[in-house]
């Protein structure tokens, strides 16, 4: 279980430190796979395994599948010019590690390293809907920050009963179900999905 | 009933996805008349307390609202419907509107979902529902695939989403509360035995809730979605979002926000209250003071409203608040409503390009009718819930924010009467196409009038069942 746990803080920090899409795309397969292993690797029940199945259908088949389809058709290969840049994104990270150390060992004294996983992965998801451009980068973004909220629940407790817990992954999945559409129709409208240029909102000047 | 009142519009929505054109209209009114029926009963004879669902009068009072305003939008959107030529615009040819049915589908979906958020009892449950809201209302919003409406769509699903996941953590956060505690998530269980649970732990849920449900209100600084969210989508929808919506969102917030009051937070739970609600109305009389696009001014009024409402929940009166979430929703779904009449008619949404409204009487009557009520003129609910609100900011010694609070509103008196008179002055705007539809009048109106009715005359009932839910939801009541 440590295991998955640094291993979903390693692919966090290299969410924040790359900015080519297929890549962005592979750390969250591989997020997904991992959120898999958790949500079995506390108690095996036929429960736990449906989770997990499902949990690896969406995040690591279905959604890697829209995205990419989408991030072809707008003919992504880069983030283009993000906020905030790779190097001082590693600083960031190295301070939100801090962070969430410092979080899980003040509220979560049982399990710290569960905990400051969780947090870790939320604040680096987080960083990254901030600081970049593009709806994909954003999505994925999406996808860590919602990963870390599901870890972290792992860890809390297995207190929610399990109709609760359906709902809401139902939700999420839902969620990332309809992003995912959202930024095939984005990136086939526009022939990019650069959040920046799609400005036509706001509130100065003539109203054209 | 309670099921009933849930699965009935899911029912209907997920059939009008593989039905036609007109069996899916027929469902869409249908299911709506049904809804605000069943919404009746419930009134009449409230069901027990099941362990997911409840009906308590802060349920039933937004079902309600929600009830009659989803019935009221279901015809206008029938008539929308029909305006609809198959080629509505210049991007036409680009930017083709979804399928009808899936359109009507997702709008009774949505309506299920909201039924959900009212009458949920366990917290995640509701955060599960309100989740779902947002789901469901993003597609409506980019109806017509133009460039604007999907990043209106896109902007409100990345930053409600978001919002509502830290609501999530926050879920956690009480749930790990209750769960030492060993009392069940269950929102009026949790309140009443609140004092047992970890205020810690509380506080921190509170603040996640308020970010992540506050943003779905529509408080500032969170507010960013709405202006475009609402501005953009079709004006149905935008009735929907803004009168119904935002609503259920403030009542989960209450559900939450009733528990850290009951654990002994209540004056950290005010004090951020009061200090979003005033700052939300700041920011949208900023707005609206030069504001061109009357639909953007609608929206950014709804922000101002839930400002007052928190402001309200500040200052120590939920009656008031929830008052005023209930004449707020009659008047806004009426205004947008009337503002779409005046979009089809002069096709702009620029208040500067429409002139000489009165060629629409019926529209330009509500359209008057409706900004006096939402400035909180004296015939109309909103001046009493606003007063209330006023008197309680002073009596609660919040001397100050009151003051700013009330200069404020001159503000956007000004800003509104500036954009909103000219629009009746004569110009050379060219004259409205089309005749006004009864359709498009009818709806409108019986919400007016209910917003008038309770300026009046707030029967003993209503009465009755605000000061429940304000006890409910952790008031003073």
């Known amino acids: ?208 | 009933m309670i099921s009933l009142a849930l699965c009935a519009p899911a029912l209907a929505g997920l059939a009008a996805l593989i039905s036609g054109k007109k069996a899916a209209r027929a469902l869409l009114t249908g299911a709506a008349v049904f809804n605000l029926a069943l919404c009746g009963l419930l009134w009449r004879f409230p069901p027990a307390s099941g362990s997911w669902f409840m009906a308590d009068s802060a349920s039933l009072i937004f079902l309600a609202v929600t009830g009659l305003l989803f019935a009221a939008c279901s015809f206008y959107a029938r008539g929308y419907l029909d305006t609809l030529s198959p080629k509505p615009h210049i991007f036409s040819g680009v930017f083709g509107d979804e399928p009808e049915p899936v359109f009507i589908s997702f709008l009774l979906l949505f309506l299920a979902a909201m039924n959900f958020v009212c009458l949920s009892r366990h917290i995640a449950m509701m955060w599960v529902a309100l989740e779902a809201t947002t789901l469901v209302s993003a597609p409506l919003i980019c109806f017509h695939r133009t460039p604007r409406s999907l990043e209106a769509a896109w902007k409100y699903l990345m930053i409600c989403s978001v919002g509502i996941a830290l609501a999530l953590l926050g879920n956690f956060f009480i749930a790990s509360a209750a769960g030492a505690a060993n009392v069940p998530m269950l929102c009026d269980v949790l309140r009443d035995s609140a004092r047992l649970l970890n205020p810690l732990w509380l506080k921190l849920a509170f603040v996640l809730a308020f970010t992540g449900y506050g943003a779905k209100m529509g408080l500032a600084p969170m507010h960013t979605w709405l202006p475009d969210a609402h501005g953009e989508s079709p004006s149905p929808v935008s009735a929907l979002l803004s009168g119904a919506l935002l609503n259920c969102a403030f009542l989960s917030l209450m559900r939450v926000a009733a528990v850290c009051s009951g654990a002994g937070l209540g004056e950290f739970v005010n004090d951020v209250f009061l200090f979003f609600g005033i700052a939300s109305v700041v920011i949208a009389a900023a707005f609206m003071l030069r504001q061109r696009d009357y639909k953007r001014l609608l929206a950014y009024s709804s922000v101002e409203n839930m400002g007052i409402i928190a402001a309200g929940v500040g200052a120590g009166t939920v009656y008031g608040a929830v008052l005023q979430a209930i004449n707020h929703s009659l008047v806004k779904a009426m205004l947008f409503m009337a503002s779409g009449n005046i979009l089809r008619g002069f096709r702009t949404k620029s208040s500067a390009e429409v002139g000489n409204l009165a060629a629409m009487p019926f529209t330009g009557f509500l359209w008057a009718a409706g900004f006096m009520a939402i400035l909180g003129l004296p015939p109309f609910g909103i001046f009493v819930s606003k007063l209330v609100i006023i008197k309680a900011m002073f009596a609660s010694g919040h001397g100050r924010a009151g003051a700013l609070f009330i200069f404020m509103l001159a503000v956007v008196f000004a800003g509104v009467a500036h954009s909103v008179m000219g629009m009746f002055a004569p110009s050379g705007a060219k004259p409205p196409q089309g005749r006004e539809r009864l359709v498009f009048i009818l709806p409108a109106a019986l919400l007016g009038l209910c917003a008038l009715a309770t300026g009046l005359y707030i029967p003993q009932w209503l009465d009755a069942a605000v000061k429940s839910a304000s006890a409910a939801l952790g008031g003073a009541w």
């Open chain 1, 1 to 208: 279980m440590d295991f998955l746990i640094v291993s979903l803080m390693l692919s966090s920090v290299a969410l924040c430190a790359t900015g080519r899409i297929r890549s962005l795309v592979r750390i969250a397969v591989f997020q997904g796979l991992i959120l898999g292993l958790l949500a079995v690797s506390r108690q095996f029940t036929a429960q736990t395994a449906a989770l997990a199945l499902a949990t690896v259908a969406v995040k690591a088949v279905i959604f890697p599948y829209i995205l990419m389809r989408a991030v072809e058709k707008a003919g992504a290969v880069l983030e283009p010019r993000p906020y905030v840049g790779y190097n001082p994104s590693i600083a960031v990270c190295m301070a939100m590690l801090g962070i969430s150390a410092w979080i899980a060992r003040k509220f979560s004294p049982q399990a710290p390293l569960a905990a400051a996983g969780a947090f870790f992965t939320m604040f680096a998801g987080l960083f990254v809907i901030i600081s970049r451009r593009t709806a994909f980068s954003q999505v994925i973004g999406y996808l860590a920050l919602e990963g870390g909220i599901y870890s972290f629940g792992l860890s809390l407790s297995g207190d929610t009963p399990a109709a609760v817990e359906l709902g809401l992954l139902l939700d999420l999945f839902a969620a990332v179900f309809i992003m995912g559409i959202m930024v095939y129709r984005i990136s086939d409208e526009f022939d990019h999905a650069d959040m920046e240029k799609i400005s036509f909102l706001k509130d100065s000047g003539d109203y054209d």
